[in-house]
């Protein structure tokens, strides 16, 4: 078995309003040293036993479905458990 | 200025949906392999130039806007920038 760990974020040159919205709100409750704040996911997939490469098939599912890569970018880390 | 990562998780205990859909979908496109999914939120949030203490005001901030206690549980990593 195996976790793996993905954190999906908007590109640098995307728009994040979430995030605005999110720093506005920290602002009016006091936080006005808040300068940024950017919102992305992060997503805990368990993988069971299988034959193929676990990079490449992570890669695979966050290219085709786990992330929107025109305006999304990725990183995942691979941590053994069993 | 520093840096902070932020990841939201759902409690152990808290169903998922979200995750379940992400993994039923999985399954549909050939990756059976996919045992658990779960989805979470993951933040970067610059702080300026500050007087207090930069994780009692991330726990705060946390506590009061970022998450909800009740379901989520998270964690966080401080990086200096310059």
Request: net charge negative; glycine share 8%.
């Amino acid at each position: 078995m195996t976790k793996v760990k993905i954190y999906v974020t908007l590109r640098e040159s995307v728009l994040d309003p979430q995030g605005s919205a999110v720093k506005g709100s920290l602002g009016k409750i006091g936080y006005n040293e808040v300068e940024d704040v950017r919102i992305g996911k992060y997503l805990e997939v368990t993988i069971g036993e299988t034959d193929r490469d676990i990079d490449t098939i992570v890669k695979e599912m966050c290219e085709k479905l786990l992330t929107n890569t025109v305006i999304e970018d990725y990183r995942f880390e691979v941590e053994e458990a069993n």
